[in-house]
C-alpha cells in the first residue's frame, strides 16, 4: 500500500513540475503561456493544501492531540504561500514578467522550505499515527487533490 508520505510527496512533485513550466514560459516572456501554466499549478497547489486543511491536518490533530504543533505551522505557511500565490497573479495579469520572476524565486524557496518540512517530518509522522486508517485518509487524500 502506498503510503501518506509517499502519495502527498508526489503530489509535490507534480505541483513543482506545474510550477516549473510557468516559471520556464515567463522566462521567455511567453506570457500568454505562463498565465495559463502558472493557473494550473495554482489550482493544483491549492488543492493540495486543502486536502492537507481538511483531511490529513484533522486526522493527524484528532489522533495526537497536537493542534498546535507541525500542523499549525504547515497552515501558517500555506497563508504566505497564498499570499505570494495572488501577487504572482497579478504580476502575470500586468505582463510583469520581472515582478513575476522574482516573487517565483521567493515561491520558489518557501516551498522547497515546506514540502522539505512535510516530507521529511510530518509525513513520516502521519504514517506512523494514522497507520490503522491510512488507508481511508489516502482515498480522500486523491479524491482532494484530484484535478477537475
Known sequence: MTTIRAFMTDDHRHCDDLFADAEQAAGKGQLDVARAEFGHFRQA????FA???STLFPAFEARTGMAMGPTRVMRMEHEQIRALLADAV????AADSEEFLGIAETLLIMMQQHNMKEENILYPMCDEHLA??????LARLEVDTAEP
Open 132 to 137: 490503522d486508517v491510512a488507508g481511508e485518509v
Open 51 to 53: 486536502a492537507e486543511e
Open 90 to 93: 497579478d504580476a502575470l495579469a
Open 45 to 48: 497547489v491549492l488543492a493540495h
